[in-house]
């Protein structure tokens, strides 16, 4: 059973830090900043890609640095993204970072992780999750193919609208679920294929 519970992050307000400056880092890097390319990162790695330094190179916010990861790379960190290809090295950063009580996603290694990267359907504003609890991230990869796909293109005029309703209904919180519960209800039966 998957008992993950799903959070999306605000990581423009966070500092993270990535260690490691390979093929996984950058795909690490990548994932961040899709999501989020106002992010804080610090990279640390002996060897940095020139993908990765083509890719930081007009962000500001983003500071590679060129040596070995150090403990004092935690410092001033909310989350960190370890992306070595040093086993030993990932489990001692792991273990340093919880003991600063940091949230930690080692690549490839789900058991020394606080939390997975998604794969990720954006439609507009309308962003959703998906996980396998790290079992197969390709399957859910094939999956976010298949809604992207099945997701209507106009979902952001919808939920434009549907803002607006809700900015526009009076009443207390209790009111305004029943009444965008009763509007969405009826959009999705009008959206349902038929029988």
């Given at each position: 059973?998957n008992?993950?519970?799903?959070?999306?992050?605000?990581?423009?307000k966070?500092?993270?830090?990535?260690?490691?400056?390979?093929?996984?880092?950058?795909?690490?890097?990548?994932?961040i900043?899709?999501n989020?390319?106002?992010?804080?990162?610090?990279?640390?790695?002996?060897?940095?890609?020139?993908?990765?330094?083509?890719?930081?190179?007009?962000?500001?916010?983003?500071?590679?640095?060129?040596?070995?990861?150090?403990?004092?790379?935690?410092?001033?960190?909310?989350?960190?993204f370890?992306?070595?290809?040093?086993?030993?090295?990932?489990?001692?950063?792991?273990?340093?970072?919880?003991?600063?009580?940091?949230?930690?996603?080692?690549a490839?290694?789900?058991?020394?992780?606080?939390?997975?990267?998604?794969?990720?359907?954006?439609?507009?504003?309308?962003?959703?999750?998906?996980?396998?609890?790290?079992l197969?991230?390709?399957?859910?990869?094939?999956?976010?193919?298949?809604?992207?796909?099945?997701?209507?293109?106009?979902?952001?005029?919808?939920?434009?609208?549907?803002?607006?309703?809700?900015?526009?209904?009076?009443?207390?919180?209790?009111?305004?679920?029943?009444?965008?519960?009763?509007?969405?209800?009826?959009?999705?039966?009008?959206?349902?294929?038929?029988?």
């Amino acid at each position: 059973m998957n008992t993950l519970f799903p959070v999306f992050l605000k990581l423009e307000k966070l500092h993270s830090l990535v260690v490691g400056g390979g093929y996984v880092a950058h795909e690490k890097l990548t994932a961040i900043l899709a999501n989020a390319p106002e992010s804080a990162i610090t990279l640390v790695a002996p060897e940095i890609r020139a993908d990765i330094l083509e890719l930081i190179h007009s962000k500001p916010q983003i500071r590679a640095v060129k040596r070995a990861f150090q403990p004092e790379d935690l410092d001033g960190k909310d989350l960190v993204f370890v992306a070595t290809n040093v086993p030993g090295l990932n489990r001692e950063i792991k273990g340093m970072a919880s003991e600063r009580h940091l949230l930690v996603n080692v690549a490839d290694t789900p058991d020394l992780c606080d939390f997975y990267l998604s794969s990720i359907v954006r439609k507009g504003n309308l962003k959703l999750a998906i996980s396998t609890n790290g079992l197969s991230p390709t399957l859910a990869k094939r999956l976010r193919e298949v809604l992207t796909d099945a997701l209507p293109d106009n979902l952001e005029t919808a939920m434009q609208q549907l803002n607006a309703v809700r900015e526009y209904l009076k009443g207390d919180f209790a009111q305004k679920v029943e009444e965008l519960n009763a509007i969405t209800e009826n959009l999705v039966k009008k959206n349902a294929p038929k029988e």
